[in-house]
């Protein structure tokens, strides 16, 4: 079974910052996908970014990239210039291909990121 | 192109009744998935369906919990006889197309509250 693990709860940064969002995850699948979801006040799931574990180059969208490292089992998320409108929680998420035994994402507890003005 | 829509978007039912949640994918979407996220907790997968067909309900509680994704209409998620724990944020997300199914659009979700 995957697991995707979040240690860090609660983030607090001033507006402008650059934040760094922590992830792990235990597989041992070798295809899979990694994704970062948003989760605002409005309960919305909105998809961040997404990381395919075949691509050695880190994914990037705007002010959000991600560090990969496959080894290590680890896809933290790095939002630059962080705005107030960032402020939701996050969620890491995992999901292997469909003919691998599972469906479905497998999410992490979450961290709530505070940008504060 | 409307996104995935979920009604209703809060569900409030009495110990033992039972609950209804409706899930109306992206226009084109003939996968859904369900997930059901307790207060402060990710987001658990519950069922996974296609058209007619469920693929996967190795999430889904296996006693007063059903889901169903007829030909035409929505997809419905159904607690019979809900108790004080089933209280949480259900949510749909529609896919469309087997291939990889990375491409996951979410509802707002359902909260359900039980008194």
């Known amino acids: 079974a995957q697991t995707v693990t979040q240690s860090q709860p609660e983030m607090s940064v001033q507006e402008a910052e650059t934040v760094t969002l922590s992830c792990t995850y235990d597989?041992?699948?070798?295809?899979?996908?990694l994704f970062w979801y948003k989760q605002p006040p409005s309960r919305q799931m909105i998809l961040v970014i997404r990381?395919?574990?075949?691509?050695?180059q880190n994914a990037t969208e705007n002010r959000f990239s991600v560090n990969f490292q496959k080894a290590a089992k680890s896809f933290s998320l790095k939002i630059s210039d962080s705005q107030l409108g960032d402020t939701a929680m996050y969620f890491c998420?995992?999901?292997?291909?469909?003919?691998?035994?599972?469906?479905?994402?497998?999410f992490g507890k979450g961290t709530h990121l505070i940008i504060q003005p | 192109n409307a996104g995935v829509m979920q009604n209703p978007r809060h569900l409030v039912r009495r110990r033992g009744q039972e609950a209804r949640l409706r899930c109306s994918p992206m226009?084109?979407?003939?996968?859904v998935y369900w997930y059901r996220q307790l207060p402060e907790e990710g987001l658990k997968f519950m069922v996974y369906?296609?058209?007619?067909?469920?693929?996967?309900e190795s999430g889904m509680p296996k006693e007063r919990f059903s889901a169903e994704f007829p030909k035409e209409g929505p997809s419905i998620l159904r607690i019979q006889q809900v108790v004080r724990g089933d209280s949480a944020a259900y949510f749909c997300?529609?896919?469309?197309?087997?291939?990889?199914?990375?491409?996951?659009?979410f509802g707002s979700g359902t909260q359900l509250s039980v008194l």
């Open positions: 997300a529609s896919s469309p197309w087997t291939g990889t199914n990375e491409k996951l659009f």
């Open positions: 597989t041992s699948e070798n295809n899979y996908y």
């Open positions: 990381q395919e574990a075949y691509k050695q």
């Open positions: 998420a995992f999901m292997i291909p469909p003919g691998g035994g599972a469906d479905g994402l497998t």
């Open positions: 226009k084109g979407h003939s996968h």
């Open positions: 369906l296609q058209k007619e067909n469920i693929i996967d």
